[in-house]
């Protein structure tokens, strides 16, 4: 119902917005219908009606008015497709919405392991490719972006810190409501015939794309509000709403992972914002921001780019460091190690990610004198990057190791991150990366620390989290068969491809020279027995989520907070606010205890 | 078991997963030392940036095995533990994180960022080119024009052997990049600005026998990009002559 009076809302919206530019347009003496300005200008408005519609109205804005807002009666499933502001619902939205946006890239990419399983052009034209692998990393980029920090940043930090929702839960629906539009704007760009530029979008290419280019950069900019909204949420959340004792440094390793992603975030997005908001500006209005001809500057577009895109990789995989960690913790019942290395590690990483934008730029004609100083912060990265697998294998060593479904996903995360890692050093060494830039070795790094760092995390959270989210066991027989499989597929695809980028395969491209067929034919093997690895996943996720076995409150025997309520949790988490004692970590130690979570009434002392 | 047993216990894991660490990173020297990473290369910058690679190589082979090896010897360990059994309440270790954190920092200052500096200079050096080529790039093909003897060609670069080469490259309408595989040298044509990058060829050769003796577009430029690309051709100083002259076709 909801959705329907959003949809209302839109349209009109885009009708308000398009009349006013088709009359500021023809008062400028110009032709009044031009699709291009016109639905740009109109996005914002479409984008107000379909928020106001969906829910913002009627549960939120009446009030700004002095009128009542309408009662929220939605129960059962039907909270999940409206305006609900509790954030346990909102982060299973997340998971669900993003995971469909997950598989639907995937198959993208089973496409263009099709049409590069042989040499010469034989499945679709080098255009339909270029849309494909355009969308297809367009739409991995949003998912690595937003899916762990929406769904278990949602679900799980305010529990984890003792709070009973966010600080601004109506903010919260708000975000991700705004994430509609985006897979709206994405299927604008498909049907128009997409856009050949890659997720990168770089000007003037971008700026001379087709109309699929410019609903590419609505969409964009549109995640990007609401990774800002949802940032300013969790950041608030996490400095105002830690229950009584739950200090800086008691904090669950996950919660600083996700506070440090979100400050991140909170910085940095904007500027793919505007560089989105840029291309349109020159694509609509006649600016020349990226028009050399004019006096702009196409490289103008990369530094803003890679403003947001480098710190853009530590949001997608300061997250799964954190589930790693914490999993490595639970799963060797050992308290983890180096704890305030990690924290520093977090933030050292949040530091340096803001000075080492410009090593995707060696190749790009900036000046020489920028080079040496940004190989240098890059390689620097190495450094706390390195304190989270000290802090790993100090937690590993000695301990009591259950090899379950999550643990295997977050021994998954370090093997994958450290091939991911040890190939950006290279990638950072401007000689090296000098020949390897924009080649299958870039492709197969990048694919290292997002796919196996960030996405198996992101399944390591989901195999985790998935009893307390639904009150359901996943099936470990099912899960592990997974994991193994994934795991294989993945290394299969993908340590393949660094040994085609050596041998000089550039990327994004539909056809390639004879000698690297056989090469291709192995990686796009590879690629189909990844593909079917997540048909598993899913028939294991629907399938438990609707008849698994009820799951216990405490599966894993895990401390932190989430663990300690039903699981799923009551609507307002805790019976009573819990007084924080010590860390989540005191394994080993008969006399820790994390929380009290009934301190007004009888005294059930979460012990370890 | 005593603390004093267990302690014991304990120093030999560390003994084994010591020695183990060096028989592994041993065999994995070797096994990198006896692959051929880099296709063909025929040109100064060529082995510049190969030994910059194969250097890389040989550190990281030390860091991946020490992962593997201690993280493998933890789960060997640790395996079959059960819910309600604790691993030891250790939160920290000063020697380790200290030896870590003062190894992974000279690691990262002394032997990647240092070698990285010299490496670009090596290939910033001999600035004086012996020749000028301008290269222009335009969706989707290459243009090479001499500019000493007004020669332009398309189709196949032709390239001295044993001189120092400067390209002078610019585009019209989007980015492209000049990418050279067996001259490991990349540079964008940037719309509005001339950029340059430096090559010696140092063997003879063309496209024909070697896949990597080609120019080939390396930043997406729209739907040709695949296909823009050009043969090169490394001639000897004479040769070279010749066909400037009109000659050599
Ligand atoms: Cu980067
Ligand atoms: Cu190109």
Redesign the pocket.
């Known amino acids: 119902m909801n959705i329907l009076r959003g949809l209302v809302g839109g349209a009109l919206g885009y009708v308000v917005g398009a009349g006013l530019m088709m009359a500021i347009r023809s008062s400028a003496g110009g032709r009044a219908w031009e699709v291009e300005s016109v639905t740009a200008g109109a996005w914002l408005f479409a984008l107000s009606g379909w928020l106001l519609g969906v829910g913002v109205w009627r549960y939120w804005a009446r009030g700004w008015f002095g009128r009542d807002v309408a009662p929220y009666t939605a129960t059962g499933g039907r909270r999940y497709l409206d305006f609900d502001t509790d954030h346990k619902v909102i982060g299973i939205q997340y998971l669900v919405t993003f995971l469909g946006m997950f598989f639907m890239a995937g198959l993208f990419a089973m496409l263009m392991r099709w049409e590069l399983m042989g040499n010469g052009e034989d499945i679709v034209g080098p255009d339909q490719y270029n849309s494909i692998m355009s969308l297809h990393g367009t739409m991995m980029v949003f998912v690595a972006v937003a899916a762990t920090v929406g769904a278990f940043g949602n679900y799980v930090v305010p529990i984890m810190i003792g709070a009973d929702d966010m600080a601004f839960p109506k903010l919260n629906a708000m975000s991700y409501w705004l994430v509609p539009p985006v897979l709206i704007a994405l299927t604008a760009s498909f049907l128009a015939g997409g856009y050949d530029t890659g997720w990168t979008g770089y000007a003037p290419l971008s700026v001379q794309s087709d109309v699929g280019g410019l609903f590419f950069n609505l969409a964009f900019f549109t995640l990007g509000l609401s990774s800002i909204v949802g940032a300013i949420n969790i950041v608030v959340t996490v400095v105002t709403m830690r229950a009584e004792g739950m200090t800086w440094t008691r904090m669950p390793i996950f919660v600083w992972s996700i506070f440090v992603t979100a400050i991140l975030s909170f910085i940095f997005t904007q500027f793919i914002g505007l560089a989105m908001l840029m291309v349109v500006l020159d694509r609509t209005a006649g600016t020349i921001f990226f028009d050399p001809a004019a006096g702009g500057s196409p490289l103008l577009y990369q530094h803003v780019f890679w403003f947001y895109s480098h710190p853009a990789v530590y949001i997608m995989i300061l997250p799964a460091f954190g589930i790693t960690l914490e999993l490595v913790s639970t799963f060797t019942r050992k308290p983890l190690f180096g704890y305030k290395w990690a924290v520093g590690a977090l933030l050292g990483i949040m530091s340096l990610s803001a000075v080492v934008w410009a090593h995707h730029m060696f190749t790009s004609g900036m000046a020489e004198a920028l080079r040496k100083p940004f190989l240098a912060s890059t390689e620097l990265i190495s450094i706390p990057t390195g304190l989270i697998f000290l802090c790993a294998l100090g937690t590993l060593w000695l301990g009591k190791i259950r090899f379950e479904v999550p643990m295997l996903f977050a021994l998954g995360v370090l093997f994958n991150f450290l091939i991911g890692g040890i190939t950006g050093v290279f990638l950072a060494d401007v000689p090296v990366d000098i020949q390897l830039q924009d080649t299958y070795f870039v492709v197969a790094h990048f694919h290292y620390v997002i796919l196996g760092g960030g996405i198996f995390g992101l399944f390591g959270a989901t195999y985790y989290w998935f009893p307390k989210m639904t009150g359901r066991s996943m099936s470990d027989r099912l899960g592990k068969v997974h994991f193994w499989w994934m795991m294989i597929g993945f290394n299969a695809t993908f340590l393949p491809m660094f040994i085609l980028g050596m041998q000089g395969m550039n990327r994004r491209v539909a056809d390639y020279s004879p000698d690297l067929e056989s090469a291709n034919f192995a990686v796009s093997m590879g690629g189909f027995f990844l593909g079917t690895s997540f048909v598993i996943f899913l028939f294991n996720f629907i399938w438990s989520w609707a008849r698994g076995p009820a799951a216990p409150a405490d599966p894993w025997g895990s401390l932190t907070l989430e663990w300690q309520i039903p699981s799923p949790p009551p609507h307002e988490n805790f019976t009573s606010p819990p007084l924080v004692l010590s860390d989540p970590y005191g394994y080993g130690d008969p006399d820790s205890v994390h929380a009290d979570l009934a301190r007004d009434g009888a005294k059930t002392v979460v012990e370890k | 078991m005593s603390g004093d047993e267990s302690k014991k216990a304990n120093t030999r894991w560390v003994v084994m997963t010591g020695l183990l660490w060096v028989v592994a990173t041993v065999l994995g020297e070797l096994a990198v030392a006896a692959i051929e990473w880099h296709p063909f290369g025929a040109s100064r910058e060529a082995r510049i940036t190969d030994d910059a690679f194969d250097l890389l190589m040989v550190l990281s082979v030390p860091v991946i095995s020490f992962v593997l090896v201690m993280g493998g010897v933890a789960l060997v360990r640790g395996r079959g533990g059960v819910i309600d059994e604790d691993g030891p309440p250790v939160r920290s270790h000063r020697l380790f994180i200290g030896g870590w954190v003062v190894l992974t920092s000279a690691l990262a200052v002394l032997v990647i960022i240092t070698p990285g500096f010299s490496g670009l200079d090596e290939l910033r050096a001999e600035p004086v080119p012996d020749l000028v080529i301008d290269v222009h790039a335009e969706r989707w093909n290459w243009v090479y024009t001499y500019p000493e003897s007004g020669r332009e060609t398309q189709g196949e670069l032709v390239l001295p052997v044993d001189q120092r080469i400067m390209f002078r490259i610019s585009s019209t309408d989007v980015i492209?990049s000049f990418w050279i595989p067996a001259f490991r040298i990349k540079q964008d044509a940037v719309p509005g600005q001339i950029t340059t990058t430096m090559v010696t060829p140092e063997a003879l050769g063309e496209f024909d026998n070697a896949d990597e003796l080609r120019v080939q577009?390396a930043?997406?430029?729209g739907v040709g990009?695949a296909r823009?690309w050009t043969g090169v051709r490394v001639v000897t100083e004479a040769e070279f002559e010749e066909w400037l002259a009109g000659a050599g076709g």
């Open positions: 492209h577009c930043e997406l430029c990009h823009m």
